[in-house]
């Protein structure tokens, strides 16, 4: 099954960089993206048939001393790369009204919440399609969101609508009075709230709250001791946002949910749930999804597919898992699971398909998997020496 075997190297440059200041500025003094020839130390090993369809796959790599923000083809070479310096994530590609643009996360200074180690925090950066920084996004003032305490965003999601407008997550810490009383709450006691802004030319135009919907204190299936005051609940832990065209809402993932729910863009109501204990779709055992990653649309957005992580202890194994829902009557009118061949992928991961081809990213496995869901057939394996946290490809 593989063919043929290509090894080479990615470095994790160490160099002097300016940082990308906060707005988008004339005389920003971010570095261009070096050279891919220029890296020297091993990062990546690449096998399998290395016959699968031609495209960018982004990869957000971290080691103990620098991140890197690189763009593959789809024989697994580096065709562009920066060296940051500090920890990066959730790489991604936009093409809006003809232009090219990328986004990644980065932190800067302090790099998670307190009392949280469960993620990191840290700004958005959009750039130019040579990787220039043309913007750096953070958290706005609105409602109860004071940014002097918390201004910067999680790693996990970002939604680029054009250079002004867009829509961010972030981890917000608060002592919510609303957890029901069978939850036997500690007075104080403090949780991440998942807070999601819309916002148009600097201006937030919508904002949701997760703790404004009492019933995911219940559903939490992790991080929900709440009778505990001495520790953060990280009782949501969402991870992904896709918007649906066909009705302009949001699909959400929840991981400490073992739920993905459809929001409302314009009254925040949540339209659907499926998982967890309350999902209204009836759901099998088989069906149901543990951790889970990476919710999106595919095959023309009539498909649900989201990386099915499994859970250590109930099943430590991943799965892709698709979707075919009858969201009027509330009905899965398909369900398909896929169990990956390869490492459990306990956290991060996603997956993009196209036709019968997966592009898995295994995050915390540290590995990249291009399989024919078919027959089977390994395209292309990267084995990893830093994880990524997710591995995206856009097919051409």
């Not at 440059?13 to 988008?24: F, T, W």
């Not at 505990?228 to 809402?249: E, F, G, R």
């Not at 390869?342 to 590995?367: E, H, M, P, R």
């Not at 057939?377 to 990524?388: K, T």
Request: net charge negative; charged share 15%; hydrophobic share 35%.
């Amino acid at each position: 099954m593989q063919n043929s075997i290509t090894s080479f190297s990615l470095s994790l440059l160490i160099a002097s960089m300016c940082i990308a200041v906060i707005g988008c500025k004339k005389d920003d003094t971010t570095p261009a993206p070096v050279n891919a020839n220029t890296l020297t130390t091993s990062l990546m090993t690449v096998s399998g048939t290395l016959t699968g369809s031609s495209g960018e796959i982004l990869q957000s790599f971290n080691s103990s001393t620098d991140g890197v923000i690189a763009i593959l083809n789809e024989k697994g070479e580096v065709i562009n790369s920066s060296s940051l310096g500090l920890q990066v994530a959730n790489f991604q590609r936009w093409v809006i009204n003809g232009k090219t643009r990328y986004t990644y996360f980065k932190t800067e200074g302090t790099s998670t919440l307190s009392g949280v180690n469960t993620t990191l925090i840290g700004y958005q950066y959009i750039c130019d399609s040579a990787l220039n920084v043309l913007k750096t996004v953070k958290l706005l003032n609105n409602g109860g969101i004071n940014t002097s305490v918390q201004d910067k965003l999680d790693e996990h999601e970002f939604i680029l609508l054009d250079d002004d407008h867009y829509i961010l997550l972030s981890y917000y810490l608060k002592q919510p009075t609303n957890i029901p009383d069978s939850l036997h709450p500690a007075s104080g006691v403090t949780v991440v709230d998942n807070i999601i802004q819309e916002i148009d030319n600097n201006e937030v135009v919508w904002q949701w709250e997760a703790s404004q919907h009492v019933e995911m204190y219940g559903n939490s299936v992790e991080g929900n001791i709440f009778s505990d005051a001495s520790s953060v609940q990280d009782y949501l832990h969402m991870n992904s946002m896709y918007i649906d065209p066909k009705d302009n809402n949001l699909i959400c993932s929840f991981r400490n949910q073992n739920q993905v729910i459809k929001i409302n863009r314009t009254d925040g109501s949540v339209m659907w749930r499926l998982g967890g204990k309350n999902s209204d779709f009836p759901i099998t055992e088989n069906q149901q999804f543990l951790r889970q990653h990476f919710a999106r649309l595919t095959d023309n957005n009539s498909t649900l597919i989201l990386l099915d992580n499994g859970e250590i202890n109930e099943r430590p194994y991943s799965r892709i898992m698709e979707f075919q829902l009858d969201e009027i009557n509330k009905v899965i009118s398909n369900a398909t699971a896929y169990t990956i061949p390869d490492k459990f992928i306990q956290y991060a991961g996603s997956v993009t398909k196209n036709g019968d081809i997966y592009l898995i990213g295994g995050g915390s496995a540290a590995y990249t998997l291009e399989v024919n869901h078919v027959t089977n057939e390994v395209l292309m394996r990267i084995a990893q020496s830093a994880s990524s946290y997710r591995a995206i490809k856009y097919f051409n």
